[in-house]
């Protein structure tokens, strides 16, 4: 892979220090649901490290055990070489949704930490007043949140943090919040102040799912695989400040970051206990709608993609990010509609056909395809043409998926099944009743 | 949605358990351990002049001042217990298991039937003082506000943003910290419209709780209520119109100085991100932001309670990280252990006390055909209620310009003590010859009926415009309109109301189905009536039964009708 070195170790002593961390959800009865397995993470002074993944990767659980928000399960977490017990000095977070007290004021809610660590208030005022101008927010000391844009609400997030003067700065997809045009400000400013050395940080952990935002502001990125989350491989990111997403250097990398993002698996995961039922049952669908599977099919189809589109590309094309395109690409994967592999999307026959047809006959193709690769919907279809009445509850395909992945995530899948079913005509779904039917059904078996 | 719901339609769950039965049970007793530590004989007050109460209007402003302190005595006594109870139903597992269906059920207890042995239980407490009546008075205001606070507070409690408890976390704030920081603040508002509630609430209790009659021993309290007590002995009309004045006074001092500004300043602690259009500040909140004097003194209270709030106050233990919930089984089987004792304790003095005072089948038979009789009467009003404000309420509340004035004068029409009134109707009763079975009726739901009216117009103004806008586009008129637009539209606000109303009106029934004018006795049958004729008599027996029977009346019929039609309203017409 070019563009990409191997991981060098660093020579400085190690802020953080984590040793074959595990994180998992404890479901009665059935094996542990894994979060998180086996991760290894060291970081030191002077370089910013990115958490890279799909959402459901773990990369935000893992963030909050750096944090000691969150205890593991089992591991080793040190922080400045003892063991993490809960939140620790000198680290400070910056969360997605800004978690700002809404009645407190700018000056407040960045006098938050101080105030906690009890330092009187002449002193509180003037370091929040520091960290208030260097972050560029100078005369919004008394407005509420609800008053400011989303990008003044995460510059003082970010002030916040600054304002304890923390040795690690934490943030939690700091930018994804925002719109492109403030994210990228935000970025760059943040950048600048950490080149010119007038941060109060000896080092920063994110956590995102934007390839380009790790390429452009990290010196480190760990790519996340799902379910459940690991460390599938660690990049060195060589460019100097300031970066530019136009080299062609930089372009590569984002590629070949892509490329990673999408290799298929080679076994499955021997976390994943494999289905007691039948195999594949219990594999999870994203909630992905029927309506952007379609749109995609179609964008391919047409110019100047003609069937095949490069994964980094597309999304630029079609504004979307990484971690929403993905999952699309992977949806139609599972359907066998379109492969994922190199970094690339390429429709299959179906796909094509599926691009061309009117609705009805888009409908036959996708009960096809659904009834063929995904065996949670065509379980659900053969236990409706067995029954007598044809009739069968969620809560048992349900309480099938809780017992081989998390609750959100079986709650995630059943749902998808549901709209896929629906669209497809393969069955009927009463909510209120939380049943399947095959009312309305025009070709029951 | 309505912003805030009852406490008795979201806690949740329908089918009774057994933490509801041992709620019931505790309940239960602890109301008779009051009863039995109650002297069943009264010692006669002996201070002369410390309980009479004159007709002349120039001591009303006296008497309206005592039963307004009486009224914030109560508050602030809500207001402790919700601090303390709340916080510890919320944070402690195991208390919440048992405290939430305990507050779940006070909460359906109707209070006035408890004035005799909470006066007597006072009364004892200080013999022969004027204290052991104020503390009975302000403990039956009290009952009636601090349920739906403490519910409201432990709700907030719950529900938490996770963000903000996260990033107390993170920042290494103390519980102590947390406390005020996040946790006061995000309750604040609606604990803030819930005292509001209750303060409403409230004075109709504080005028029933003036004047207690117990077997032929009276008592007066001076105050407002008593004032109208001793006109109606009296036959004094003119009286009763001063009364009603003075409280008009009163309720709108209360209204326009303090619960307004509260009001409008709870606002700044929802957590939305979205800066809404405020409504201009009330003129009291002006008052205090711009007088510089004025909000000098309030930045010295609000740094007061700053520096309360930076105070660590930590415990050695609390800095810990979070782990997956994992709870003690040996802590379990304990807490388990000691509640099925006292459940057990609590059934066995219950029966022993039904065994003791000979209150057998005939009495709960007849107590549950009583109860079925003023059941009749809360659905008949409720019906009539709804027919008769729904198609107003909704008639204002399409129309903005009104809604908010309406809004305004059905707040104060339901603070307003609505037992003020009932000497009016009892005279036309009695010179109309009406039968009291259904005339005395009405006046179950002459203070209640305002929550009906209010949460509708709160509903039709909130429809969203552009459903209405389509219902226009596609003529949809008449009573398709009413059927598929407006009806399922309010719906969730209709419900929310009228629980509020039936809770009232069962609450009412008590003082509502028996009236006096000088001698002239007016009763109609049911067990409101029952309830205050063995008050009367002082036949304890008789009342802990109807008591009894009513809170679970009460209980049965939000468990049966209204929460199914609550979580319907919520599951189907919400968008």
Redesign the interface.
């Known amino acids: 892979m070019d563009g990409l070195n191997p991981k060098t170790p660093l020579p400085n002593s190690p802020l953080v220090e984590i040793r074959g961390c595990r994180q998992s959800y404890h479901k009665d009865s059935t094996s542990d649901l894994l979060v998180l397995d086996d991760v290894n993470l060291t970081l030191a002074s002077g370089e910013i490290v990115a958490l890279l993944g799909r959402s459901g990767s773990g990369k935000s659980t893992l963030l909050r055990i750096v944090s000691g928000l969150l205890s593991p399960t089992a591991g080793q977490v040190k922080w400045r070489g003892e063991d993490l017990h809960g939140p620790a000095d000198g680290v400070a977070m910056v969360f997605q949704s800004f978690a700002l007290f809404p009645w407190l004021t700018v000056q407040e809610n960045v006098e938050l930490g101080l105030e906690a660590q009890g330092i009187p208030r002449a002193e509180r005022e003037s370091r929040a007043e520091t960290a208030i101008d260097l972050i560029g927010l100078g005369g919004y000391e008394s407005a509420y949140p609800k008053e400011l844009s989303g990008g003044m609400r995460q510059r003082v997030g970010l002030a916040r943090a600054l304002v304890v003067h923390p040795d690690l700065l934490l943030m939690d997809e700091p930018f994804s919040a925002l719109d492109v045009l403030t994210a990228e400000t935000l970025r760059t400013d943040l950048i600048d102040l950490w080149m010119e050395g007038k941060l109060p940080i000896k080092s920063v952990l994110m956590v995102t799912h934007n390839i380009e935002e790790a390429v452009l502001m990290c010196d480190r990125i760990l790519v996340f695989s799902s379910n459940p989350g690991r460390v599938a491989s660690e990049l060195i990111v060589p460019f100097p400040h300031p970066r530019n997403r136009l080299d062609p250097a930089f372009r590569q990398m984002v590629d070949d970051i892509y490329a990673l993002m999408t290799r298929r698996p080679i076994k499955p995961h021997a976390a994943v206990p494999t289905p007691a039922a039948e195999a594949g049952f219990a594999t999870p669908l994203a909630p992905v709608s029927t309506n952007l599977l379609a749109g995609l099919l179609e964008t391919l189809a047409g110019p100047p993609y003609d069937g095949r589109a490069d994964l980094p590309a597309l999304a630029g094309a079609l504004q979307l990010e990484a971690d929403e395109l993905l999952p699309m690409g992977e949806s139609l994967q599972l359907l066998h509609l379109a492969d994922l592999a190199d970094g690339d999307i390429v429709m299959t026959d179906a796909g094509k056909q599926f691009a061309l047809s009117s609705t009805d006959n888009r409908k036959a193709i996708f009960a096809a395809a659904l009834r063929a690769h995904v065996p949670l919907v065509a379980a659900i279809r053969r236990t409706l043409d067995e029954r007598w009445n044809h009739r069968a509850s969620a809560v048992r395909f349900r309480d099938e998926l809780e017992d081989h992945m998390s609750p959100d995530y079986a709650e995630d899948t059943l749902r998808t099944a549901i709209a896929y079913g629906r669209y497809a005509e393969l069955f009927s779904y009463d909510e209120e009743a939380a049943q399947f039917s095959l009312d309305d059904i025009d070709n029951p078996a | 949605m309505p912003t805030v719901v009852p406490a008795s339609l979201t806690a949740g769950r329908r089918v009774p358990n057994a933490w509801d039965m041992l709620a019931i049970a505790c309940v239960f007793a602890g109301i008779l351990a009051l009863v039995q530590v109650t002297p069943e004989t009264f010692k006669p007050i002996d201070a002369p002049n410390a309980t009479v109460v004159t007709l002349d209007p120039a001591n009303l402003p006296e008497y309206a001042l005592r039963t307004t302190m009486r009224m914030f005595a109560a508050l602030a006594a809500s207001l402790v217990f919700t601090f303390t109870f709340a916080p510890l139903a919320a944070k402690s597992r195991r208390a919440g298991l048992v405290l939430v269906p305990i507050l779940d059920i006070l909460q359906s207890v109707p209070i006035l039937g408890f004035l005799t042995f909470t006066t007597a239980f006072f009364m004892s407490l200080f013999p022969g003082r004027v204290a052991g009546l104020e503390l009975a008075a302000i403990f039956a205001v009290f009952t009636s506000q601090a349920w739906n606070m403490a519910f409201s507070m432990y709700q907030s409690l719950t529900t938490l943003p996770n963000?903000?408890v996260?990033?107390?976390?993170?920042?290494?704030?103390?519980g102590w910290?947390r406390f005020w920081?996040?946790e006061v603040?995000f309750a604040?508002p609606g604990l803030v419209w819930n005292m509001m509630l209750s303060m409403s609430g409230g004075w109709f209790f504080v005028v029933a709780s003036e004047a207690i009659t117990i077997g032929d021993q009276s008592w007066k309290l001076p105050g407002i209520g008593s004032y109208v007590a001793v006109a109606l002995d009296q036959r004094n009309m003119g009286a009763i119109w001063w009364a009603i004045l003075a409280m008009f006074v009163v309720i709108l001092a209360y209204d326009q100085l303090l619960f307004r500004p509260l009001v409008a300043w709870s606002a700044?602690?929802?957590?939305?991100?979205?800066?809404t259009i405020a409504p201009e500040d009330p003129w009291v909140l002006k008052l205090l932001r711009r007088t510089r004097v004025l909000s000098l003194a309030g930045d010295a209270i609000s740094n007061m309670f700053g520096s309360i709030g930076?105070l660590?106050m930590e415990l050695p233990t609390a800095?810990?990280?979070?782990?997956?919930p994992r709870s003690s089984r040996g802590g379990d089987i304990v807490f388990i252990a000691v509640s099925a004792l006292v459940a057990a304790l609590a059934v066995w003095s219950i029966v022993s006390y039904v065994i003791l005072h000979d209150v057998g089948m005939p009495d709960l038979l007849e107590t549950l055909g009583l109860g079925l009789i003023t059941m009749l009467r809360v659905i008949i009003l409720i019906a009539l209620a709804s027919l008769l404000w729904v198609p107003i309420g909704v008639w204002i509340g399409l129309r903005p310009a009104w809604a908010q004035r309406v809004q305004v004068v059905v707040q104060f029409a339901a603070a307003f003590p609505a037992n003020l009134f009932f000497p009016v109707f009892v005279i036309l009763i009695v010179r109309f010859h009406g039968n009291s079975d259904i005339w005395l009726t009405p006046l179950m739901i002459l203070g209640t009926q305002w929550y009906i009216l209010f949460n509708i117009i709160a509903g039709a103004s909130a429809f969203p415009s552009d459903l209405q806008e389509a219902a226009l586009n596609f003529r949809v008129g008449g009573f398709l309109w009413w059927r598929r637009v407006i009806l399922p539209g309010i719906f969730p606000y209709y419900v929310t109301g009228a629980i509020t109303a039936s809770g009232g009106s069962w609450n009412a029934a008590i003082v509502a189905e028996v009236a006096s004018w000088g001698d002239t006795k007016l009763q109609a049958h049911g067990l409101g009536a029952y309830i205050a004729k063995a008050t009367d008599e002082g036949n304890f027996a008789h009342v802990v039964l109807g008591v009894a029977v009513m809170s679970l009346f009460v209980l049965a019929f939000n468990r049966i009708v209204w929460r199914p039609l609550y979580a319907f309203a919520t599951?189907?017409l919400t968008l």
């Open positions: 963000d903000l996260e990033a107390t976390r993170a920042y290494r704030l103390s910290q920081k996040l603040p604040m700044k602690f929802r957590v939305e991100l979205i800066a930076r660590r800095r810990r990280a979070a782990r997956a599951r189907r």
